[in-house]
């Protein structure tokens, strides 16, 4: 199985809290207070995203960090290497650390290049901006709760806001 270790849920949640802010510098406290985390995890975080160039850091009274560049330009793909390395789905892709030692006489060494592009690939398609946008990871039901026919979604009948608005 695949798996995203933690951190990097976090990094995606603490990505999104600074999308929604756009291009304000703000503190761990106020990042902590956004997205539920605790503080250390949130610096933790911030700490391997500003050495991904994800982040850029301000110090001093009005200090914290913001976007380097805007949500649509950060890919899964750069969240992921930015936390856990490089996307290897074993040992025997191009660029692994300790290559397979029965690369020689495997029918699958070749092919696992082919599989690690496609999730690469699958990864790099996802953006920042399609995470944290509910149009962008729903499009259907945006467009058929916004259609002209009258139809409303759960959130106006009960009065509340759409989410993205919410998010704003």
Avoid at 70 to 88: C, K, Y
Avoid at 113 to 126: S, T
């Amino acid at each position: 199985m695949i798996r995203l270790n933690r951190m990097t849920d976090y990094a995606i949640i603490v990505l999104g809290a600074l999308a929604h802010k756009r291009d304000e510098t703000v503190a761990t406290a106020l990042l902590a207070e956004l997205t539920g985390l605790k503080q250390p995890t949130v610096a933790k975080v911030a700490k391997a995203l500003l050495a991904a160039d994800l982040l850029a850091t301000q110090r001093g009274v009005n200090g914290g960090y913001r976007l380097v560049r805007p949500a649509r330009s950060i890919s899964l793909v750069d969240i992921v290497e930015a936390m856990e390395g490089p996307i290897a789905v074993t040992d025997c892709v191009d660029g692994a650390p300790d290559p397979c030692a029965v690369s020689h006489c495997c029918f699958m060494a070749n092919n696992w290049n082919r599989v690690n592009l496609a999730i690469r690939g699958a990864l790099e398609a996802v953006t920042l901006e399609d995470l944290t946008d509910p149009a962008q990871l729903f499009p259907v039901r945006i467009a058929a709760d916004h259609a002209p026919n009258g139809r409303q979604d759960d959130d106006a009948q009960n009065g509340d806001a759409p989410y993205a608005e919410r998010m704003n």
